[in-house]
């Protein structure tokens, strides 16, 4: 039996200010929220920390306002100094196991899946979601090793019952086969922040998702 309870999410957005082009991303967040997305991640990997921190207090209003848990990707610093959600970590960050250990009040730790040898460590036992990254390459993500396919999610489905995050090139026209794989969440980043309409790209997603 999947573990859903602790993860009941099926819209994922992951954001950045440089994924929003010249539209403010607080703006195109608050608009997804608004079409339907459940969970959000501020992905700022080039900022200095004092900048990240400023921009994730600033998401946080957005995201406790509307009551949607946020997540910080990699940076363990920010993702306590703000009180997120949780954070998502991959191979080259700190450890699932490391998180728990040093942020007692931690309620979400994401942990990105590149191969099938690691879903046997013991970071994966602590994580409460898998991030299965790319399901289908993108421009956005170019450091990863692995394009999944939708048989990539489903022998991974097979393999845990861990909630399963898809991610990578991920739109409304292919969401529904990437769920119907095995994913239990869509993450998704040009889908909605380079969308026109976020509020409607959100919606027509999570729609789709849900039918």
């Known amino acids: 039996m999947k573990e859903q309870s602790t993860f009941p999410y099926k819209l994922y957005l992951v954001i950045s200010q440089a994924d929003c082009s010249d539209r403010n991303f607080l703006t195109v ?3 997804a929220i608004l079409g339907g997305v ?10 200095e920390t004092d900048i990240f921190v400023r921009k994730a207090f600033q998401l946080k209003e957005i995201t406790d306002k509307y009551q949607i848990p946020l997540i910080i990707n ?8 703000v009180e997120a959600t949780g954070i998502h970590v991959g191979n080259t960050d700190i450890a699932p196991v490391e998180v728990k250990k040093q942020w007692c009040k931690v309620k979400q730790i994401g942990y990105s899946i590149e191969s099938i040898d690691q879903l046997e460590n013991e970071q994966t036992v602590v994580a409460d979601y898998l991030g299965i990254s790319p399901i289908f390459k993108t421009s956005t993500k170019t450091d990863t090793i692995t394009e999944w396919g939708l048989e990539g999610i489903r022998t991974i489905r097979k393999l845990t019952d861990k909630p399963l995050v898809a991610i990578g090139n991920i739109h409304r026209h292919n969401v529904k086969s ?3 794989a095995g994913a239990d969440c869509i ?3 040009s889908a909605i922040c380079g969308a026109t309409d976020p509020q409607k790209a959100a919606y027509e997603l999570k729609n ?3 039918k």
């Open 187 to 189: 993450a998704v980043v």
């Open 178 to 180: 990437v769920i119907n």
């Open 208 to 210: 789709e998702i849900l």
């Open 74 to 81: 990699d940076d363990f610093e920010v993702a306590k100094e």
């Open 29 to 31: 967040a608050e608009q």
């Open 38 to 47: 459940d969970i959000i991640q501020l992905r700022e990997k080039n900022d």
